[in-house]
């Protein structure tokens, strides 16, 4: 019954935050345009709930000759291939920013598990484990206010299962606030040098 809830309660915030921060939306499409050339926005195959593929969206934060499919702490000198720009957007989070649109289609919810990469069969191992890829994907989740780029894999999917079983309400503006938090005190980002994919 609460993840029919929480579906409306995402339509109408994504919604809502997608009206208040166009401004944003414009200043951040301006930024990158003026930086480097390329697209603006950056997709990449991701899994949802019930291990179905979408695509994400983020703003674009490397350059266009940056190699596919290569996460980013993989990479030999990953900082040369971060724009300018896109350092700013990493550190403060705002190129998650459209991900609004993601919430909006239905393929994330605000709060839930991290959506994993097409290829990061480790996690999604794990994670079934405990019932967590059976539940909406989220943009921001208990993993993530508990550690987030600082965790393995093992632990990530633990604290993913704990969301399971105690999502709800409460639950839900735990991780929404304790997120931001987080962004506010710039924790547990560990920028090309994490073992893990940045999530």
Request: proline residues 6%.
């Amino acid at each position: 019954m609460y993840l029919k809830i929480k579906r409306l309660i995402d339509f109408m915030l994504s919604l809502i935050g997608l009206i208040i921060l166009s401004p944003i939306f414009i200043i951040l499409i301006i930024a990158i345009k003026l930086d480097t050339p390329g697209p603006v926005l950056f997709k990449q195959k991701r899994v949802k709930v019930n291990k179905k593929y979408f695509e994400i969206y983020k703003f674009r934060t490397m350059r266009i000759d940056t190699p596919k499919d290569t996460p980013t702490h993989m990479l030999e000198n990953p900082e040369k291939w971060i724009t300018k720009t896109g350092k700013i957007l990493r550190k403060t989070s705002l190129d998650e920013l459209p991900q609004i649109l993601n919430i909006l289609r239905g393929d994330m919810s605000i709060i839930g598990p991290r959506p994993a990469l097409w290829n990061q069969y480790d996690l999604l191992d794990e994670r079934d484990l405990y019932g967590a890829n059976d539940i909406p994907v989220g943009l921001t989740g208990w993993a993530q206010i508990n550690g987030r780029d600082e965790l393995p894999i093992d632990v990530k999917a633990k604290l993913d299962g704990e969301y399971v079983k105690k999502i709800g309400f409460v639950m839900d503006l735990r991780c929404f606030f304790g997120t931001i938090l987080k962004v506010v005190k710039n924790e547990g980002v560990l920028e090309g040098k994490k073992r893990n994919y940045k999530n």
